[in-house]
């Protein structure tokens, strides 16, 4: 019995928001009751590269629940240089402040290439939040998971070379765009991982001659991932541990 009153909303994959299908994870974890009531709340919206979603200290006006391509989250220092704490794709959502209560970003969040996201309104995401436990679980979960990548990665920025944090971050972000191709400059690399734009040549050139990857024209490509994944820092292996970890956690007991 409970699992029909639970009928979940990955069961159908012709779900449409203004008919672009449902691809974020949260969204086709709901229950089909609380789908029913947030579904037309939502507005999907494309996203073109480098589009600042929220921008720090400003106020956040509409969460968003990414379907595709990624999305980074900056800290941001007064002199205007920043550096990438963290990456979301189509597991998460943007503007978890508002899950408790605050209205203003502490952060930076761009996206990373083009894709698309579900918007919803500050004001009404509060609202719906007190009516669908569910949605406000998934949404802590995500917070927890977040903030446990965001702590790895400020390790990973003090106490890695630069090698392997970029073999990390393009796995990181392989991951959750779901492609081994990513457009991706020099320039913005350097952002993303708060280094000089030579040192990231050297770096991408060195995975390059190993033949882990191709690199050139703002595209890189992963050719070997299982040596990438060999090159890279332990952090990436450990905050895909974690997430394992919970996922299996989280997951319905069978039988």
Same mark, same amino acid.
């Given at each position: 019995?409970?699992?029909?009153?639970?009928?979940?909303?990955?069961?159908?994959?012709?779900?449409?928001?203004?008919? #672009?299908?449902?691809?974020?994870?949260?969204?086709?974890?709901?229950?089909?009751?609380?789908?029913?009531?947030?579904?037309?709340?939502?507005?999907?919206?494309?996203? !073109?590269?480098?589009?600042?979603?929220?921008?720090? %200290?400003?106020?956040?006006?509409?969460?968003?629940?990414? #379907?595709?391509?990624?999305?980074?989250?900056?800290?941001?220092?007064?002199?205007?240089?920043?550096?990438?704490?963290?990456? @979301?794709?189509?597991?998460?959502?943007? %503007?978890?402040?508002?899950?408790?209560? $605050?209205?203003?970003?502490?952060?930076?969040?761009?996206?990373?290439?083009?894709?698309?996201?579900?918007?919803?309104?500050? /004001?009404?995401?509060?609202?719906?939040?007190?009516?669908?436990?569910?949605?406000?679980?998934?949404?802590?979960?995500?917070?927890?998971?977040?903030?446990?990548?965001?702590?790895?990665?400020?390790?990973?920025?003090?106490? &890695?070379?630069?090698?392997?944090?970029?073999?990390?971050?393009?796995?990181?972000?392989?991951?959750?765009? &779901?492609?081994?191709?990513?457009?991706?400059?020099?320039?913005?690399?350097?952002?993303?991982?708060?280094? /000089?734009?030579?040192?990231?040549?050297?770096?991408?050139?060195?995975?390059?001659?190993?033949?882990? @990857?191709? $690199?050139?024209? %703002?595209?890189?490509?992963?050719?070997?991932? !299982?040596?990438?994944?060999?090159?890279?820092?332990?952090?990436?292996?450990?905050?895909?541990?974690?997430?394992?970890?919970?996922?299996?956690?989280?997951?319905?007991? /069978?039988?």
């Amino acid at each position: 019995m409970a699992t029909k009153n639970r009928l979940r909303v990955s069961a159908s994959r012709s779900l449409n928001v203004d008919s #672009n299908p449902v691809k974020s994870r949260i969204l086709l974890s709901l229950p089909s009751a609380e789908w029913h009531k947030i579904h037309p709340r939502l507005e999907f919206v494309p996203l !073109k590269v480098s589009r600042v979603v929220h921008e720090a %200290g400003e106020t956040i006006k509409s969460g968003y629940f990414v #379907n595709t391509g990624m999305m980074s989250v900056l800290a941001v220092q007064p002199d205007g240089k920043s550096v990438e704490v963290g990456l @979301i794709g189509n597991e998460g959502f943007v %503007g978890l402040p508002l899950l408790v209560g $605050y209205s203003t970003s502490p952060t930076r969040v761009v996206t990373q290439g083009d894709g698309g996201a579900y918007r919803c309104d500050a /004001r009404v995401l509060q609202q719906l939040l007190r009516e669908s436990p569910e949605l406000q679980q998934q949404l802590q979960r995500f917070a927890q998971q977040l903030a446990m990548q965001t702590t790895q990665i400020a390790a990973c920025n003090r106490l &890695h070379e630069v090698e392997e944090r970029l073999a990390r971050w393009i796995l990181m972000s392989a991951d959750r765009i &779901h492609s081994e191709q990513l457009p991706l400059t020099q320039e913005f690399l350097s952002q993303m991982l708060g280094t /000089r734009r030579s040192s990231v040549t050297v770096a991408a050139g060195a995975l390059q001659k190993a033949g882990l @990857i191709s $690199y050139g024209r %703002g595209n890189i490509a992963i050719l070997n991932r !299982k040596k990438l994944e060999e090159a890279a820092c332990d952090c990436y292996r450990i905050v895909q541990q974690q997430l394992k970890d919970w996922e299996a956690e989280t997951r319905p007991a /069978r039988g």
